[in-house]
């Protein structure tokens, strides 16, 4: 009988452990934005970017020296480009989380768009 009821005591301990409203679901954390190449310079396309005009690329204009690397990085839960308005470079779209390099190797000042979102505009000045 005794062994009737510490099994009893334990079913009801081991029931009621189960049914605890301590739980609560893990909150979401969300992933790292990937490092830009070493050496490179970053530019951010932030989260909403596509409603920030001049704004949607940070930062919006970027000097840096003659064969720097810059490194474009979308941040954004959507999909963007960054697309030379010469003939200089195409990122194809970028994926939230994605990245786009391209070295500079002449001086001069490099205007850039999302083909996307037309209104996100950038610059990059070559010294």
């Known amino acids: 009988m005794l062994s009737f009821r510490f099994a009893l005591v ?20 969300p992933a790292p934005s ?19 005009g001049n704004r ?23 999909a963007h480009t960054t697309t030379s308005d010469g003939a200089g470079w195409n990122s194809g779209t970028l994926q939230p989380r994605a990245q786009f390099s391209t070295t500079f190797s002449t001086a001069g000042t490099f205007r850039y768009h999302c083909s996307i979102h037309p209104d996100m505009v950038g610059s990059v000045v070559v010294r």
Request: aromatic letters at 6%; hydrophobic letters at 40%; glycine letters at 10%.
């Open 56 to 78: 949607a690329f940070n930062p919006a204009e970027l000097d840096v020296a003659v064969g720097t690397t810059v490194t474009w990085t979308n941040s954004d839960s959507t």
């Open 10 to 29: 334990f079913a009801v301990m081991l029931l009621a452990s189960a049914c605890g409203g301590g739980y609560s679901a893990p909150t979401p954390v």
């Open 34 to 52: 990937p490092t830009p190449p070493a050496g490179a310079t970053p530019i951010t396309i932030p989260t909403g970017a596509s409603t920030l």
